[in-house]
């Protein structure tokens, strides 16, 4: 089961109603190639299809799925006496995450990043805790003892980052190495390269969105927690919506949402010519992307503590960067914006 990494914020619960018997649900087949990508070099993972798409109108607000519709990516269940986490279909062929618990005890789901919104399509029987908008990061699904198999079923699970502030232009150093950027109409372009604009303010915990545009070909990326006024020295969100094939045989992250030499990305799809969404969480050593609303990486830096992210595990702010890679770049950012996760506990 894959550890969980998304950022949450608001936290209802909605739609539970109460049944003697579990409900009609029939089993999901999992790509597991799409949904799970190898972590090794020459990994070109396939398009993620089917996938529970957001709207632009919710794309634009920030949202974010915790469910793809398609695998229980991003879900860690602590399972108790023999509890169960699937993925199914329901009469009206909507894909639903399963959590099926059985015999006495609680199936304990959690995240590391904020607060669930999600609408439970039944509970039976047994009750949902949650612990309203604490830092506590876990729910319990308890069931009665000496009751039947009990069945919760997520119908809808999104996120959206509490309070972000934008990132205008006074809010970035003017570009450094051979870049060169250029700000119309709140849109940033960026091009040229080896280098880099970057952010003025430092940053640890956060979770940023922008959108960004690039024609074919076009390399480029987010680095976070620099070191700042060094080129590019940090973590690393690549945007490379077709790279080449080299660049599979000898890195891995190469895809857009990847973290480059580090995690390998699911592919979502992003398409040049086009206006993409990009979110990235960083807490602590967990780092997590989604692309246009859908999570693609999920990572936690294990390495030895380091001044430089490329080296090691850095927890320290760092400034944000924008990558001008080589001569061709030529890409553009618009709505950047990003909401600091304050006081957060680091796992």
């Known amino acids: 089961?894959?550890?969980?990494?998304?950022?949450?914020?608001?936290?209802?619960?909605?739609?539970?109603?109460?049944?003697?018997?579990?409900?009609?649900?029939?089993?999901?087949?999992?790509?597991?190639?799409?949904?799970?990508?190898?972590?090794?070099?020459?990994?070109?993972?396939?398009?993620?299809?089917?996938?529970?798409?957001?709207?632009?109108?919710?794309?634009?607000?920030?949202?974010?799925?915790?469910?793809?519709?398609?695998?229980?990516?991003?879900?860690?269940?602590?399972?108790?006496?023999?509890?169960?986490?699937?993925?199914?279909?329901?009469?009206?062929?909507?894909?639903?995450?399963?959590?099926?618990?059985?015999?006495?005890?609680?199936?304990?789901?959690?995240?590391?990043?904020?607060?669930?919104?999600?609408?439970?399509?039944?509970?039976?029987?047994?009750?949902?805790k949650s612990n309203g908008e604490s830092d506590t990061t876990d729910f319990v699904l308890n069931r009665s003892t000496g009751s039947q198999g009990s069945d919760f079923v997520i119908l809808f699970a999104q996120a959206l980052p509490k309070n972000p502030q934008p990132l205008l232009e006074a809010d970035w150093k003017p570009a450094a190495g051979d870049s060169k950027a250029v700000w119309t109409d709140g849109v940033l372009e960026l091009t040229g390269g080896k280098g880099m604009i970057e952010t003025v303010k430092e940053y640890g915990d956060f979770v940023l969105q922008l959108e960004y545009y690039t024609e074919a070909g076009v390399n480029s990326g987010v680095f976070f927690r620099c070191i700042p006024g060094e080129v590019m020295e940090g973590y690393e969100c690549q945007i490379f919506n077709n790279p080449p094939a080299e660049d599979y045989e000898k890195f891995i992250g190469t895809d857009t949402g990847g973290i480059f030499r580090r995690c390998v990305g699911r592919n979502m799809g992003p398409k040049d010519g086009q206006w993409n969404y990009l979110t990235i969480a960083a807490r602590g050593p967990m780092i997590a992307?989604?692309?246009?609303?859908?999570?693609?990486?999920?990572?936690?830096?294990?390495?030895?503590?380091?001044?430089?992210?490329?080296?090691?595990?850095?927890?320290?702010?760092?400034t944000i960067q924008f990558q001008g890679h080589d001569p061709g770049t030529k890409i553009q950012f618009r709505n950047i914006r990003i909401a600091e996760i304050k006081d957060a506990p680091r796992q």
Request: proline share 9%; hydrophobic share 35%.
């Open 289 to 318: 992307t989604w692309v246009n609303g859908i999570q693609t990486a999920d990572w936690t830096d294990t390495r030895k503590e380091d001044e430089n992210p490329r080296k090691g595990l850095r927890l320290k702010p760092g």
């Open 1 to 128: 089961m894959r550890k969980i990494l998304p950022l949450l914020i608001l936290l209802f619960v909605a739609g539970c109603s109460k049944a003697p018997s579990p409900p009609t649900l029939t089993p999901v087949a999992v790509d597991e190639a799409a949904a799970y990508p190898k972590q090794a070099p020459g990994t070109k993972p396939p398009v993620l299809t089917g996938t529970l798409s957001l709207t632009k109108e919710q794309l634009d607000e920030g949202w974010l799925q915790l469910f793809d519709g398609v695998s229980t990516y991003g879900w860690e269940g602590r399972p108790e006496n023999s509890s169960t986490l699937d993925i199914a279909k329901n009469p009206e062929g909507k894909n639903l995450i399963l959590f099926r618990l059985n015999d006495n005890g609680s199936f304990q789901f959690s995240n590391r990043f904020g607060f669930y919104r999600i609408n439970i399509e039944r509970e039976a029987p047994g009750k949902l």
